[in-house]
């Protein structure tokens, strides 16, 4: 019987593809920020794209931890 606190590796592969596609919408708005062409009296977004960074740097950890999970699972 499984602990209770332990995670199956289907549960595993569900939060790494929601991970994964939280990365890649985050990449995406990352990388159009400074490129982006704005109205002239539009201020600069930066301290959207400084949290878009913070958000990528979590969910980058957040990948980190379950593929370590995922490599624990496998060789239990």
Do not use: W, Y
């Amino acid at each position: 019987m499984p602990h209770p606190f332990s995670l199956t590796l289907e549960q595993v592969d569900t939060i790494n593809l929601s991970l994964a596609r939280a990365m890649a919408i985050v990449q995406m708005l990352a990388e159009c920020g400074p490129e982006r062409r704005r109205e002239p009296d539009e201020p600069t977004p930066a301290s959207l794209f400084v949290v878009m960074q913070v958000v990528q740097d979590e969910l980058e950890s957040a990948q980190e931890v379950m593929g370590t999970l995922r490599k624990e699972g496998q060789t239990a």
